[in-house]
C-alpha cells in the first residue's frame, strides 16, 4: 500500500492542516424560491466547520486504532480498510458529535480562471450539489431521531468497518471471524429494541450508510475538507494517521 502514499512532511500533514488559516471565498448569493437540486453549494461557516470535521476525522481514525481486531490486522489490510471504510464511519462521527452545518451557492468560476484551465474541471474536485448535501443531512437527521448512546455508536461503527471484505485484503480468514463477531453485536444491540420499528430504523440506517460509502466520498472530502486542505492527496493524510506512533 505503502506506494500510494509519498514521504512525509517533517512536521506531518495534520499538522500543517490544523495549523493552517481556511482562505476560502465568502460570496453571499440571493436566495431562489425554486428548488435548484444540481447547483453546486459549499459550506456557510467553512471555518468553524472544516476545523470541527478534521476533530471527528481524527477521533474516527483514533476509534479504529483503539479496536483490538483492527491493530492485529497487517498494516497493509489496516490501510485497505481505512480508504474504503473511512466516510461512513466520519458521517456517523459527525451525527455523534452533533456537527452541523449549512451551505449556500458555490462561487461561479472566473473568465480567466477558466482560460488558464482550458474550460477543464476534474470531476473529482467538483463541488458538491445540494442534492448531495440534501442526502447527507437526511441520514444525519435520521441517526439524531435515535437518540443513539455511545455504545450503540460504537456497535454500529464496528459493524460497518468489518462489513464484507474490499478488494485486496490479505487477512481474509481473520476478517471472516471478525465479521461474524461483529455482527453478532450489532444484532444483540438491534434485539435490544423492544420496538420492531426500532429495528427496521436500525437497518435502514445501516442501508443508508452502506449506500453513502459508495457515493459520498468526493462530497465529503470536497464538502469538510478542500476548503481548508486544498489538493492535498487525501490518501496520504489518512495514511500518516495510521501509521503516526507505530513503529
Given at each position: 500500500m505503502q506506494q500510494y502514499f509519498s514521504n512525509q512532511h517533517p512536521h506531518g500533514i495534520l499538522?500543517?492542516?490544523?495549523?493552517?488559516?481556511?482562505?476560502?471565498?465568502h460570496v453571499s448569493y440571493p436566495k431562489t424560491h425554486s428548488c435548484h437540486c444540481k447547483r453546486l453549494v459549499c459550506l456557510r461557516n467553512p471555518e468553524i466547520t472544516c476545523?470541527?470535521?478534521?476533530?471527528?476525522?481524527?477521533?474516527?481514525?483514533?476509534?479504529?486504532?483503539?479496536?483490538?481486531?483492527?491493530?492485529?490486522l497487517l498494516l497493509s489490510d489496516r490501510l485497505i480498510l481505512v480508504q474504503n471504510r473511512w466516510v461512513p464511519l466520519f458521517i456517523l462521527g459527525l451525527a455523534q458529535e452533533q456537527v452541523n452545518f449549512e451551505v449556500w451557492d458555490f462561487p461561479a468560476a472566473s473568465i480567466l480562471r477558466n482560460i488558464l484551465m482550458n474550460g477543464q474541471q476534474n470531476s473529482d474536485n467538483c463541488?458538491?450539489?445540494?442534492?448531495?448535501?440534501?442526502?447527507?443531512k437526511t441520514f444525519l437527521h435520521k441517526v439524531?431521531?435515535?437518540?443513539?448512546?455511545?455504545?450503540?455508536?460504537?456497535?454500529?461503527?464496528s459493524a460497518i468497518l468489518f462489513s464484507q471484505d474490499p478488494p485486496g485484503l490479505r487477512s481474509s480468514a481473520v476478517m471472516a471471524g471478525l465479521q461474524q463477531e461483529a455482527q453478532r453485536a450489532l444484532q444483540m444491540l438491534i434485539l435490544s429494541h423492544p420496538h420492531p420499528r426500532d429495528h427496521c430504523t436500525f437497518m435502514d440506517m445501516l442501508f443508508m450508510a452502506s449506500a453513502l460509502q459508495m457515493e459520498a466520498q468526493?462530497?465529503?472530502?470536497?464538502?469538510?475538507?478542500?476548503?481548508?486542505?486544498?489538493?492535498?492527496d487525501f490518501h496520504e493524510l489518512l495514511y500518516e494517521m495510521i501509521v503516526k506512533y507505530e513503529s
Open positions: 499538522f500543517s492542516i490544523l495549523n493552517h488559516k481556511c482562505d476560502f471565498v476545523r470541527a470535521a478534521f476533530g471527528v476525522l481524527i477521533k474516527t481514525i483514533n476509534f479504529m486504532k483503539s479496536l483490538p481486531s483492527f491493530q492485529n463541488p458538491p450539489t445540494l442534492a448531495e448535501v440534501h442526502k447527507l439524531w431521531s435515535l437518540d443513539l448512546s455511545l455504545k450503540e455508536y460504537s456497535f454500529l461503527k468526493s462530497l465529503v472530502t470536497e464538502l469538510f475538507f478542500r476548503p481548508i486542505a486544498g489538493q492535498m
